[in-house]
């Protein structure tokens, strides 16, 4: 198995609720996020996939976070943006931009904070 990772980043605002008083209030991350590729077979040139296609559909998804109001968009209309939740997001939003058989997100790691990650695993 092989897997390879990108690593972004970008800032927002959330508001939770039913959590913590304190993260209750309108607050802001610089949000790091760390997107894994995996797969089983290398393609003729010997890769993976081309980090360059991955970058671009991970800029693609950044480009729809970075500097929003996270409660306003629509995919959070259902629950908290979280942090586990924002890993979801971003994690089912790329596996549906890969075309390349036999290669999928294996999982995404959301940072909100230096010391404070949520990771969401694709069943």
């Given amino acids: 198995m ?18 913590a008083k304190k993260c209750e209030n309108l607050h802001g991350h610089n949000w790091r996020v760390e997107v894994y ?7 003729t040139a010997g890769v993976l996939m081309d980090f360059g296609e991955i970058k671009v559909h991970l800029s693609e998804i950044i480009d ?3 500097h929003k109001f996270l409660n306003e968009l629509d995919f959070f209309d259902d629950g908290n943006p979280s942090s586990e939740n924002v890993a979801r997001y971003i994690a089912e939003t790329l596996q549906s931009k ?22 969401y695993i694709l069943p």
């Fill in 98 to 119: 890969i075309s390349t058989p036999g290669v999928g997100v294996s999982r995404v790691g959301v940072w909100e904070s230096d010391d404070s990650c949520a990771t």
């Fill in 37 to 43: 590729i995996a797969g089983k077979e290398l393609n």
């Fill in 64 to 66: 729809s976070l970075d």
């Fill in 2 to 19: 092989y897997e390879l990772k990108v690593v972004s980043r970008f800032a927002a605002a959330h508001q939770l609720k039913m959590v």
